[in-house]
């Protein structure tokens, strides 16, 4: 078919139903560059591969973005994934995202635990519980992916320790959950695998010094993300200095490594919420103008291909840490200052002595509302005990009327017989012999051997002869005509 084409071109020109050969070329030029530009800027893929079944990670920021599709991946290759959220595990909507997980991927071992971090006494909480285990807990990897910001134009936050919050989530918190976790760090076995990975962002190039402090004046919601990046960087330097120097009971080296990983630019909610600026109006335009994003941005899944690459090549772990991991390669640093260990030693210094004052007042501040809820309960118990007891006076009270009213309708039943024996008896007085009231009056038996005494009896014996034990009975009722003796 494509050769008589061909050979009908040469010779007879361009069919009419043929388009002009120009718009073809520019048209597939045009989609050709779209392509080109997209598959460019889509980022590298990772090659890297390995078994994670029986591994123990970690992972802050593993319900939206970047942290979700790390979460996703991790658990399909058969890892346990305990995902650090700010909501309780009972919430619905990580009660779900949990289920759909373990649905999806076919791995039942993905947890939740609560970990607020905003919140330092939270964040000491769940990592004072995770190594207060004896053994040590088995932990393979720790993925920090979560992060904030402030949207451009957005006023300064605090969170209630009074610490900004920009600062705390993306630097203090990763800092103080490090600190405390070090010690299950440092405890793993030597052939273990141990990784820390750090998501960190360019826009730390643009940070203003670590030494000169951002304050309330100066303040702005790039200013504080990038400082806050920054310090991260920093800090992983210093921390896997510190995991260095650390003197392992079987005199090996230390098999724990430190990655800083830049996922690039990509559409994830943080992204969203800097385009849009908080605001419907920006998420209009977000909206209407979603090619430029689509083409020039990175989907999620594509920008957890560096976090993916620092967490399953297998060489990485063979060379020292602190290393940057841009684009699923190893890179340098754009600033000096990431490795000064002047600048690594106030830093470390100051986060400390924060850390410190925060929980002091946060201590004081929650034994003090403790207090008063004591305080509270209490007199909440004994206004229970107060409503218990009238409710038991008046239960009395109600019996005891009760039992009163029984008495006197007992009584007022016993007036009204009373009242109609005595009516019943003056109209016995009344009446015949034969009318008595056989309810009061023994039973008489009116037989001529009763009503005669026997001829054997003389007029003496019969008086001292007893009636009833020759037969006699006489009536208790006296004679209707006033009788003077017992009648027969």
């Known amino acids: ?41 889509s980022g590298a893929e990772t090659l890297a591969e390995r078994d994670m079944h029986g591994r123990v990670v970690i992972i802050t920021g593993g319900t939206s973005g970047i942290g979700a599709v790390t979460a996703f991946e991790m658990a399909k290759r058969g890892a346990q994934v305990v995902l650090l959220t700010r909501q309780a595990p009972s919430d619905p909507y990580v009660s779900d995202f949990i289920g759909d997980m373990r649905e999806r991927t076919g791995n039942d071992l993905v947890y939740a635990e609560q970990v607020d971090l905003t919140s330092l006494h939270s964040i000491r909480k769940f990592a004072t519980r995770w190594i207060d285990n004896s053994p040590p807990r088995r932990l393979d990897m720790i993925i920090l992916c979560a992060a904030t910001m402030t949207p451009p134009g957005g006023t300064r936050t605090e969170t209630e320790e009074g610490i900004e919050s920009t600062w705390m989530v993306n630097y203090l918190a990763n800092f103080h959950l490090l600190g405390i976790l070090s010690p299950a760090i440092r405890a793993q076995p030597f052939d273990r695998d141990v990784r820390i990975v750090l998501a960190t962002c360019s826009s730390y190039i643009g940070s203003p010094p670590l030494d000169a402090p ?22 992983g330097q ?59 941005l990175k989907n999620e899944s594509m920008a957890a291909q560096s976090v993916l690459h620092a967490v399953l090549d297998e060489s990485l ?32 210094e100051s986060s400390d002595s924060l850390i410190e004052r925060a929980e002091k007042e946060q201590a004081v ?54 009242k109609g024996g005595k009516k019943s008896k003056n109209n016995g007085k009344n009446a015949t012999v034969t009318s008595h009231n056989s309810a009061h009056c023994h039973p008489v038996f009116f037989t001529e051997k009763l009503r005669r005494l026997p001829p054997s009896f003389s007029t003496a014996s019969a008086q001292q002869a007893s009636p009833v034990a020759h037969g006699y009975v006489y009536q208790d009722a006296q004679r209707s005509n006033g009788g003077k003796g017992a009648m027969l």
């Open 317 to 348: 772990i063979r060379g020292e840490g602190g290393k940057l991991i841009k684009e699923c390669m190893v890179v340098d640093c754009a600033r000096k200052d990431v490795k000064d260990e002047e600048v690594a030693k106030k830093l470390w």
């Open 238 to 296: 210093a921390y896997q200095k510190h995991l260095d120097a650390y003197k392992r009971p079987d005199q090996l080296p230390m098999n724990a490594r430190v990655f800083m990983v830049d996922p690039g630019f990509a559409r994830t909610p943080g992204m969203r919420l800097w385009l849009s600026r908080g605001s419907i109006w920006g998420l209009l335009v977000y909206v209407i103008m979603y090619a430029f994003a689509w083409l020039f």
């Open 365 to 418: 501040v929650r034994a003090k509302a403790k207090k008063e809820q004591e305080k509270r309960d209490l007199e909440a118990k004994k206004e229970q005990e107060k409503r218990d007891q009238e409710a038991k006076n008046s239960q009395q009270v109600e019996e005891i009327e009760s039992l009163l009213g029984a008495i006197k309708k007992g009584k007022q039943m016993e007036a009204q017989k009373a």
């Open 1 to 41: 078919m494509p050769i008589p084409f061909i050979v009908s071109l040469i010779y007879d020109g361009i069919p009419p139903w043929m388009p002009d050969p120009w718009r073809i070329a520019k048209v597939g030029g045009t989609l050709g560059a779209l392509a080109i530009t997209k598959r460019y800027m």
């Open 214 to 235: 951002l304050d309330k004046k100066d303040w702005s919601p790039r200013k504080a993300y990038a400082r806050s990046k920054l310090a991260l960087m920093v800090f």
